[in-house]
């Protein structure tokens, strides 16, 4: 035990030594804070000075002097304020030297300075001289502490804050980006996020959760972590993590759903980025699960007639009273698949059919059977339209009316799959008619030019006969009439050679 | 009593006095020997250039030129017009034959020296027409102003304006403008149913008269008959009658053809659209293509395909001219440099047209 609390003793006294030596060599802090200014009070608390490093780290000169004149000795590389990217710089020639970094100990990765003038941040500033930010915008100059430190300025809890100095400055992302919102703040604190991180979560996202920290690109860079194609999978950093999510009690699988989705296949497969990735339901920076009775709206942004349509049908209010998610009831959430026939009707896997039954709600029974027959009619008439056009065309006839009016049918079974959201037979009666005439005219067309093909090709071997016969007929004309001259004149006429 | 039409010739003769004629008509031989077979084509040739004539008036009733209508009035023709399909496909595919007979005729003309005195006006006359071809090929590809048409003539009137000097004008001329538009479609409408016929017309008339009034050429190494005198046919009925029955092998060939492998029409042409790939001219005209392809894009200081543009036109020129510098054939000797010229032509145009068309 003695000897253990030797040991104790001797690291302790090796660490005030050390420290000793660091603070009694800095003659600059000496000097300054007798000056009492704000830099020196700051630097006292300052994670760099803890790791030996003197103001003359940054600034130059010669730090074991009391002397100002050797002190600020410009020889000795004393270089002021550093100002514009010469802040960046400095910085630079510790954080952007891996080996360097290794001997302090520290567990910051190197290479910021590069990152940072890749980023959007990275670009020149209004005044042309310098990047739009330093390393001190966002870390400050003196007292800087490390980011897991609740006093830095990038602590999870402080980030919203130091970026929304600017962010949230209009006269200012005027000047860079005038359509650029700089609302995003007010609808961060609404958000589920912004609500945790109010109240001192640091475990929620905040912007650099999503946006990075020195590696920041425009949303419209492809490889930014919140371009459409690849939000999905930046949020799912935390909300796929079971671990990290455990206490907040939602589900970690949307993400698995959403990739197998109609929706994810669209925008992760296809790469279209009009289809809605999590922030397009969710929002962004005001994040959080819509409400059981704006569920419509959401999807509505996109699905703008399909919800018109529901919201004025018999189903909107009893929906409303049975407290269901509108368009999620029938459709999921982040699992939307596609939406075949198969979900109107009767059938067990038709929706309708946990509602409606022939004993219970009777007369939604007969209108989601009668629809679903409606809607099958139709892509029935439709597909057997197409087989007969394509093989027409297959045979080399002209079908262009044919296609236009499939075009026609093709648009009304979309626009019936609209309308199945009215839930009105008659409504539904009315577009599916329209594509049923079209279909009708599509296969009438088709039928004339397979019917024209055949008759083409009788009347190719009628034509074919006869000029062959007629061809024959005058071979055998010919070999009789010379066979004729042969006899009439004993020597075949000549004429003078020319 | 004496037949109908023994009536009506009496008719007639008694006042246009057709006797000459027939006499003349009468006596007109046909050599006979071992390349006889070759003077059908310009027969042939003459058979479908008439079944052009009378399927282009058709398509006349019913094409309306013009940017707006030309693509729609062709769509119209091929599927709603009774046979409509039938004349389109039939005037295309006769386009081609055609091209491909008079291409015969004319290196089967060359292959015998048949150019040779007396016979210099009616090879121009040949070849004048035979350019006027390709020029008809040229103007009625963009009619149905279609993709393929409309980038193909994009293509071919580029070239031509890379001739020096007056390469410029004749584009701007051509294209009715600096681009290919519908200002381009009537002006080749223009030349294909109204100018180049009215010249055609002419140069088949004089080049038929020339070929009745001379008679047939026959080889100069065809040996002579015993007596000095060559074995003969006579053109009356004998030889008008195998011509009837190859123009009506032709007609079949042709049927089959519109019927099985009838002309698409494409897509309409969108000058905003980017060209298909692998845009190719039409098959008469790839060996040239082919060739602009393969000269270097400098040749000693000059532009390759100005340089290959001129020597295609003084290739064509000295070709049209060659009954004035074949002496040796003109006196009646065999000359066998010709044969090789002619040869390496052959040659040369076929393996290219394969390379174009393949690659």
């Known amino acids: 035990m003695n000897r253990m609390m030797l040991r104790l003793y001797c690291l302790f006294a090796l660490g005030l030594w050390s420290a000793g030596v660091v603070i009694a060599d800095d003659k600059c802090l000496t000097c300054h804070e007798t000056l009492g200014d704000n830099p020196s009070t700051l630097f006292k608390h300052d994670i760099h000075r803890t790791k030996g490093i003197t103001c003359a780290g940054c600034h130059g000169g010669n730090a074991n002097s009391d002397e100002m004149d050797q002190a600020m000795d410009k020889n000795a590389g004393f270089i002021g304020v550093p100002k514009g990217d010469q802040i960046s710089q400095v910085c630079a020639r510790c954080h952007s030297n891996a080996e360097k970094m290794g001997q302090f100990r520290a567990s910051v990765p190197a290479g910021q300075l590069e990152r940072l003038e890749a980023s959007v941040h990275g670009s020149l500033a209004t005044s042309g001289k310098e990047r739009i930010a330093q390393c001190s915008t966002c870390h400050n100059a003196h007292g800087i502490v490390s980011v897991r430190n609740p006093a830095s300025p990038v602590y999870p809890l402080n980030v919203v804050g130091t970026c929304t100095t600017c962010h949230a400055n209009a006269a200012y992302m005027r000047t860079y980006n005038p359509s650029l919102p700089v609302d995003q703040l007010d609808k961060y604190r609404t958000s589920v996020h912004g609500m945790r991180n109010g109240k001192g979560d640091p475990k929620v996202a905040e912007c650099a959760s999503c946006h990075g920290s020195h590696d920041i690109l425009s949303v419209k860079d492809v490889k930014s972590a919140v371009y459409p194609t690849n939000i999905p999978s930046t949020c799912s950093k935390c909300h796929s993590d079971a671990k990290h999510m455990k206490e907040y009690k939602i589900p970690t699988d949307q993400f698995e759903k959403f990739s197998k989705s109609v929706h994810g296949v669209a925008l992760l497969q296809k790469q279209d980025i009009s289809a809605p990735a999590c922030n397009s339901c969710h929002g962004n920076h005001g994040a959080g699960p819509p409400g059981v009775s704006s569920v419509s709206n959401v999807c509505g942004t996109c699905h703008a007639l399909n919800a018109e349509l529901f919201s004025s049908s018999p189903h909107k209010k009893a929906f409303d009273e049975r407290k269901l998610p509108e368009c999620e009831t029938c459709h999921s959430n982040h699992e939307i698949i596609v939406a075949t026939n198969k979900l109107l009707g009767v059938t067990p896997e038709a929706v309708c059919s946990s509602c409606h039954s022939p004993s219970q709600n009777v007369k939604g029974y007969a209108v989601a059977k009668a629809m679903r027959s409606l809607v099958d009619s139709l892509s029935t008439e439709e597909q057997q339209a197409i087989a007969l056009v394509r093989e027409a065309e297959q045979k080399g006839m002209e079908v262009t009316d044919a296609e236009f009016k499939l075009r026609d049918a093709h648009q009304a079974r979309l626009q019936s799959r609209t309308t199945v959201h009215s839930f009105d037979e008659a409504k539904l009666r009315e577009v599916v008619l329209k594509g049923l005439n079209a279909t009708t005219f599509a296969s009438d067309e088709a039928h004339s030019a397979l019917d024209e093909y055949v008759f083409r090709r009788i009347g190719l071997g009628i034509a074919t006969l006869i000029i062959t016969i007629l061809a024959i007929s005058l071979y055998l004309y010919i070999r009789r009439l010379e066979g004729r001259q042969r006899l009439g004149e004993k020597n075949t006429p000549t004429f003078p050679q020319r | 009593m004496k037949p109908l039409w023994r009536r009506l010739y009496d008719w007639v003769d008694e006042r246009v006095q057709l006797g000459g004629l027939v006499e003349f008509m009468g006596k007109k031989y046909v050599p006979i020997h071992r390349h006889s077979v070759w003077y059908y084509f310009g027969g042939v040739s003459l058979f479908l250039f008439l079944i052009q004539v009378v399927t282009g008036i058709l398509l006349l009733l019913y094409y309306k030129a013009g940017e707006e209508y030309a693509f729609e009035s062709i769509q119209f023709l091929m599927s709603k017009v009774q046979f409509g399909w039938l004349i389109r496909s039939i005037h295309s595919w006769t386009a081609n ?263």
């Open chain 2, 97 to 359: 034959l055609f091209i491909l007979t008079a291409m015969i005729h004319m290196f089967s003309v060359f292959f015998e020296k048949s150019y040779r005195k007396p016979r210099e006006i009616t090879w121009v006359t040949g070849m004048l027409m035979f350019f006027l071809a390709l020029g008809f090929g040229f103007s009625g590809y963009l009619l149905p102003w279609n993709e393929l048409a409309f980038f193909a003539t994009k293509v071919g009137t580029d070239i031509a304006g890379i001739i020096p000097v007056i390469g410029k004008p004749v584009m701007i001329f051509l294209r009715g403008g600096p681009e290919v538009t519908g200002a381009t479609l009537t002006r080749f409408f223009g030349f294909h149913v109204a100018v180049f016929p009215g010249i055609f017309t002419v140069l088949l008339g004089i080049h038929l008269v020339l070929v009745q009034r001379q008679g047939m050429s026959e080889p100069l190494d065809e040996p002579t008959g015993s007596e000095g005198e060559q074995k003969a046919m006579p053109f009356f009925p004998n030889f008008l009658l195998r011509d009837l029955l190859l123009w009506l092998i032709v007609l079949n060939l042709l049927a089959i053809l519109a019927v099985f492998f009838p002309w698409e029409l494409g897509m309409k042409a969108d000058p905003f659209a980017s060209a298909p790939a692998g845009i190719k001219p039409e098959w008469y005209f790839l060996f040239m293509f082919q060739t602009l392809k393969y000269i270097p894009a400098k040749l000693l200081s000059i532009d390759g395909e100005v340089l290959g543009i001129l020597l295609f036109a003084f290739a064509g020129l000295l070709w049209t001219l060659v009954p004035f510098w074949d002496r040796k054939s003109s006196r009646g000797e065999r000359n066998r440099f010709i044969n090789y010229i002619g040869l390496f032509v052959v040659v040369y145009i076929m393996i290219l047209t394969i390379i174009g068309w393949s690659t």
